[in-house]
């Protein structure tokens, strides 16, 4: 099992383009996550998907929008990068929902100049 | 006021002593707690979940105080490998999502 993946794992974006980060599990979770992560921030908590067909906002979510594809992918797309958007970003999933394991892929590091 | 509040170190402790980190929450709705331990560079993962009548897992032993919300991990006999970003974790109110503290480094010395 690979567990959860994502894709591209760096990037570099000007102001204004736009770009979609990929993440997909093989474990067969329900709910899968996206985060941010910047220094001395802590994760944040983007948007989140409790199930197939769902998907709701987080601390997060403006300048952000989601898709989830199937009961495995789950995509974070940004429409217009900003510099304030530079940062790390890691999906998780969980079987259930929060209180279960979150499992994380290995991040995207994203740099918007 | 952070939702999560850490200590965010650095603790630099000599190998094999035990060294204590601590965690407050805001959220008295919060129903789950974690340790989740972060390398530099890497995904975070899960040390351990934390339960009301405190546990234990090898060196680690993790402690929740619901009534002063108050979430403690302790680490016995520290190893070089322990040298790594220990994250606080709650669930928010109707176990949707995580929130996290920003972590407490711990760096462990020959």
């Known amino acids: 099992n690979a567990g959860v993946t994502q894709t591209p794992k760096f990037q570099v974006l000007k102001t204004g383009q736009s770009m979609t980060l990929q993440c997909a599990q093989d474990?067969?979770?329900?709910?899968m996550y996206w985060y941010r992560q910047d220094p001395g921030m802590g994760l944040r908590l983007i948007y989140y998907?409790?199930?197939?067909?769902?998907?709701d906002k987080g601390e997060v979510p403006n300048g952000y929008n989601v898709s989830r594809l199937n009961k495995r992918e789950f995509s974070l797309r940004l429409e217009s990068a900003a510099p304030s958007q530079t940062s790390v970003y890691f999906c998780?999933?969980?079987?259930?929902?929060?209180?279960?394991?979150?499992?994380f892929g290995p991040g995207t590091r994203l740099t918007v100049l | 006021r952070k939702e999560v509040e850490q200590d965010p170190g650095p603790f630099n402790v000599p190998e094999g002593a035990t060294v204590a980190f601590n965690c407050t929450y805001s959220?008295?709705?919060?129903?789950?707690f974690f340790w989740y331990r972060q390398d530099c560079r890497k995904e975070p993962k899960l040390l351990m979940s934390?339960?009301?009548s405190g546990n234990e897992d090898g060196r680690f032993t993790a402690q929740l105080n619901r009534a002063s919300q108050y979430i403690s991990l302790l680490i016995r006999d520290s190893k070089l490998s322990d040298s790594a970003t220990y994250l606080c974790?709650?669930?928010?109110?109707?176990?949707?999502?995580?929130?996290f503290g920003s972590g407490t480094r711990l760096q462990v010395q020959p």
């Open positions: 998780a999933s969980s079987y259930r929902g929060a209180g279960d394991t979150q499992y």
């Open positions: 474990m067969n979770h329900n709910s």
């Open positions: 998907s409790a199930s197939e067909g769902t998907t």
């Open positions: 959220n008295s709705a919060s129903q789950s």
């Open positions: 934390v339960y009301s």
């Open positions: 974790v709650v669930t928010d109110t109707g176990r949707r999502a995580l929130t």
